[in-house]
């Protein structure tokens, strides 16, 4: 997810002094597990019931012709007319090797607005080639920026778990979706049950701070996976709830926990 909700601001290129209070950021990386898909229902403003997209992301160790790598695969749909779009479409594609970001490429449309980006990693720099409604832009990011929002889907291929480091940490991302990347900081709320498909389960509960604008909240798994459950971000003044559907196909229900 860049987060697959702020995809309508894809044009922006966000460069910034990068401030690493809290040193470099593990990466989301290649690591040798099975992969995973997860699927989402999008809903928006107070609805509980109507959904407004979807939102779908995979997690895949594959070999490649340059080696062992993770593929990231990413597509986003909805359509609402509060965003004065009523067609939103995007896919992201990520390479990630055992250091981090390795490259992406992004395609999205917003009612006319087309965007494009690709980027591959050379040496320090992370160097991003956009076509914008047909504009030809470039950017660079620092190499060390090697997690991508995408990475807080399933925190099982960071390489330092979600529930590890201080409470309160800078928290930079790389955001695909927008081609560039942007200062963050990362709050870890604590231990909180909720209510998932009418089941009680325990998450662990984070924000992720923006620069501008009200954070954004995750709710994850406990178990090694880190799966995220739930998330709330708010666009264009709407809030926004992704909501986890299924895993690798098949309805995902949470063992229920009274504790």
């Known amino acids: 997810m860049h987060s697959p909700g702020r995809i309508l601001h894809a044009g922006a290129i966000i460069p910034f002094?990068?401030?690493?209070?809290?040193?470099?950021?593990?990466?989301?990386?290649?690591?040798?597990?099975?992969?995973?898909?997860?699927?989402?229902?999008?809903r928006a403003g107070e609805s509980t019931v109507d959904s407004v997209g979807t939102f779908a992301v995979s997690f895949e160790p594959t070999d490649?012709?340059?080696?062992?790598?993770?593929?990231?695969?990413?597509?986003?749909?909805?359509?609402?007319?509060?965003?004065?779009?009523?067609?939103?479409?995007?896919?992201?594609?990520?390479?990630?090797?055992?250091?981090?970001?390795?490259?992406f490429a992004v395609s999205a449309s917003s009612g006319e607005r087309t965007v494009e980006h690709t980027a591959n990693r050379k040496e320090e720099t992370i160097v991003v080639r956009s076509l914008v409604d047909g504009k030809k832009a470039s950017a660079t990011i620092p190499s060390s920026v090697l997690r991508t929002d995408l990475g807080l889907y399933c925190g099982a291929f960071l390489a330092e778990s979600?529930?590890?480091?201080?409470?309160?940490?800078?928290?930079?991302?790389?955001?695909?979706?927008?081609?560039?990347?942007?200062?963050?900081?990362?709050?870890?709320?604590?231990?909180?049950?909720?209510?998932?498909?009418?089941?009680?389960?325990?998450?662990?509960?984070?924000?992720?701070?923006?620069?501008?604008?009200?954070?954004?909240?995750?709710?994850?798994?406990?178990?090694?996976?880190q799966l995220c459950l739930r998330r709330e971000t708010v666009i264009g003044g709407t809030p926004f709830v992704f909501e986890l559907a299924k895993v690798n196909g098949e309805p995902y229900r949470v063992e229920s926990d009274s504790r």
């Open 64 to 103: 490649t012709p340059s080696g062992r790598r993770l593929l990231v695969h990413a597509v986003t749909q909805f359509g609402i007319e509060l965003l004065g779009a009523q067609e939103h479409h995007s896919k992201i594609d990520l390479v990630c090797d055992k250091t981090g970001l390795e490259s």
């Open 162 to 225: 979600l529930a590890d480091g201080p409470m309160m940490r800078d928290f930079p991302l790389l955001v695909p979706a927008s081609g560039g990347h942007a200062p963050r900081q990362k709050f870890r709320e604590g231990i909180l049950r909720i209510l998932h498909r009418g089941q009680p389960v325990r998450t662990m509960v984070s924000r992720i701070v923006q620069s501008e604008g009200p954070p954004d909240r995750y709710w994850h798994t406990l178990d090694e996976w």
């Open 17 to 42: 002094a990068l401030a690493m209070t809290a040193g470099t950021a593990p990466g989301q990386i290649l690591m040798d597990r099975d992969p995973v898909r997860l699927e989402y229902v999008i």
